[in-house]
């Protein structure tokens, strides 16, 4: 099995510079050539950055000023619930604008506008499917928008690119917002059952929440999907970097994830025959690094407690055969707390293991 620790050119299908026999990565052939490349894509990334910022600063102006014309300009009915959502758009708007033109790598603020892009869809989205909007101006007002979030993606991917290849010393940590998790959980099972259950990663969104699913390619490598905030999705591939039966699963993303991600599981017996502990370690890089961080905290995606959730339903999964719903996960309003009125139905057991209806150990 390929480890972390082993030259890159052991990875297949690997995009990245050779490798010579020391180890080392080999030279450009031409430095100048580089450099200016290099140079000319950070220049024209701020460019496009400075551009979008003023833009959000004369929308967001807009927006605040005559918040009644520009409702009946995308379609949408000039009442007070459009206009405060208007009202509050421009803001947002605005704070970006001055975000990105204030920063001299303002990598992050541009990421909160692909943020902003995607809620502002949404509410097309919505107006889109109202009897009182104008279908036509609200289909044209979203085309536009589209074509601004292209824009905005451009311009997040050449600054986040170049702040992570510029060379200036700083920490990764600091300059993409890079997240660690690391979550604990005992499950009564045995490493080897835990551990056959989790290797086959197709089994990961069934407690996973925001997990959508998993292909597994070949032996080593996966193709993930997962949700993302305000309804979006994000895609990468991952690829084992180690492999120990009943003890670990290691693995990173591969190039070009939309989330640059990774992490392990270790699987120990626990004390006195009491099942085993998981212990769940994690990093990533969110979209928009700390700014996009916050962003995904704002719509309820913490993630510590997202892994520490995810866990919890895989204990469940091992231990019952099922996730157990409760009122909490249906009701969204306020209620009295009190378990699901469904009745959780658990596998029959021999010695404890769940088995089939053929009285097969699962």
Do not use: C
């Not at 036509?136 to 292209?150: D, E, F, M, Q, Y």
Request: proline content about 6%.
């Amino acid at each position: 099995m390929t480890t972390a620790t082993q030259p890159e050119r052991q990875y297949s299908g690997s995009t990245r510079e050779p490798w010579d026999d020391t180890g080392g990565e080999m030279p450009a052939r031409n430095g100048r050539e580089t450099d200016r490349t290099e140079r000319e894509g950070s220049e024209d990334g701020e460019g496009l950055a400075r551009a979008l910022g003023w833009f959000s600063i004369g929308l967001g102006l807009t927006q605040i000023i005559a918040p009644r014309g520009l409702a009946r300009m995308i379609g949408v009915r000039d009442d007070e619930d459009n206009r405060n959502t208007m009202l509050a758009i421009g803001l947002r708007e605005l704070a970006t604008g001055v975000g990105i033109l204030s920063r001299p790598r303002p990598a992050g603020w541009v990421w909160g506008r692909v943020g902003g892009d995607a809620m502002d869809l949404a509410l097309l989205g919505t107006a889109m499917k109202s009897q009182n909007s104008d279908k036509s101006r609200v289909t044209a007002a979203t085309a536009a928008v589209v074509g601004v979030t292209i824009l905005d993606i451009i311009a997040g991917q050449r600054l986040t690119h170049n702040s992570l290849g510029n060379g200036s010393g700083s920490a990764p940590g600091a300059k993409t917002g890079i997240t660690h998790v690391k979550q604990l959980i005992t499950v009564n099972r045995s490493p080897e059952e835990v551990y056959t259950f989790w290797r086959d990663f197709e089994n990961l969104p069934l407690f996973m929440e925001h997990l959508e699913s998993v292909r597994v390619t070949d032996d080593r490598r996966s193709r993930w999907k997962a949700k993302a905030p305000a309804g979006s999705t994000v895609e990468w591939e991952a690829e084992i970097t180690e492999d120990r039966p009943n003890e670990l699963i290691a693995w990173r993303s591969v190039e070009d994830a939309d989330v640059p991600n990774s992490g392990s599981v270790r699987f120990t017996p626990a004390p006195g025959d009491g099942g085993t502990e998981i212990m769940v370690e994690l990093r990533y890089d969110p979209p928009g690094g700390k700014l996009g961080a916050m962003v995904a905290k704002l719509f309820g995606e913490e993630p510590n407690q997202q892994v520490k959730g995810d866990l919890r339903r895989f204990k469940q999964v091992m231990e019952l055969g099922e996730v157990v719903r409760s009122d909490a996960s249906i009701h969204r309003t306020m209620h009295p707390a009190q378990p699901s009125k469904k009745p959780v139905s658990q596998p029959p057991r021999i010695n404890g293991a769940p088995v089939n209806a053929e009285g097969e150990i699962l």
